[in-house]
Nanobody, 123 residues
């Protein structure tokens, strides 16, 4: 199965913004929900935001509500994560994956993780 490819990370100062992209080049996951997850050093991977296959039902973890926005461009087979008002605690490697919705959150449906994209928030 073709992996999703993440990009857009970088180093940004607190309060800054970044826009992450998750490309599904093979259109493998066009009928699936997609979600962003992140893993900080020494911590487990956690859910950040997810969206349905049609681009509806966006769900966010509490710590990013009001700051992050997930969107989906089906024509481009890409999911975006607009991150504003970034905080040092947002520093992590960000991954996207196909997901399923249940219990108010999105969970990955497989263990096919890409390289991720590093986000570092520091002054």
């Amino acid at each position: 199965q073709v992996q999703l490819v993440e990009s857009g990370g970088g180093l940004v100062q607190p309060g800054g913004s970044l826009r992450l992209s998750c490309a599904d080049a093979g259109r493998t996951w066009s009928n699936y929900a997609l979600a962003w997850f992140r893993q900080a050093p020494g911590k487990e991977r956690e859910f950040v935001a997810g969206v349905s296959w049609s681009g509806t039902n966006p769900i966010y973890t509490d710590s990013v509500k009001g700051r992050f926005t997930i969107s989906r461009d089906s024509a481009k087979n890409t999911v975006f994560l607009q991150m504003n008002s970034l905080k040092p605690e947002d520093t992590a490697v960000y991954y996207c994956n196909a997901a399923s919705y249940g219990g108010g959150t999105y969970r990955p449906i497989n263990d096919l993780w890409g390289q991720g994209t590093q986000v570092t928030v520091s002054s």
